[in-house]
């Protein structure tokens, strides 16, 4: 499995960026895809995850803010992150598990929210 994320970039707080991740090769694999984000001088962590069957699951810090979205017929993610703060900057990772428990990355994608 191969993941290509996209759409980071520099936005002002309060702002909204999109976030895709499209999923390759052995797709039929995957249960679980999200994202889990690196910030300055902290450790990656979960941001929001999605089932293969809608379920969703997200960090405190980004509930009703944060929408997560997925097409299993085209292999993709896209996390909507709306009214967005300083504290969202960071790199952002898509991921990919299977049922077994066999993870793939995808490369970090920067966002920084920044006046």
């Known amino acids: 499995v191969q993941l290509q994320a996209s759409g980071g970039g520099l936005v002002q707080p309060g702002g909204s960026l999109r976030l895709s991740c499209a999923a390759s090769g052995s797709t039929w694999r995957i249960d679980v895809m999200g994202w889990y984000r690196q910030g300055p001088g902290k450790q990656r962590g979960l941001v929001a995850e999605i089932t293969r069957d809608y379920r969703t699951n997200y960090d405190d810090s980004v509930k009703g803010r944060f929408t997560q979205f997925r097409d299993n017929a085209k292999d993709t993610i896209s996390l909507q992150m709306n009214s967005l703060k300083p504290e969202d900057t960071a790199v952002y990772y898509c991921?990919?598990?299977?049922?077994?428990?066999?993870?793939?990355w995808g490369q970090g994608t920067p966002v920084t929210v920044s006046s």
């Open positions: 991921y990919a598990l299977e049922p077994a428990g066999t993870k793939y």
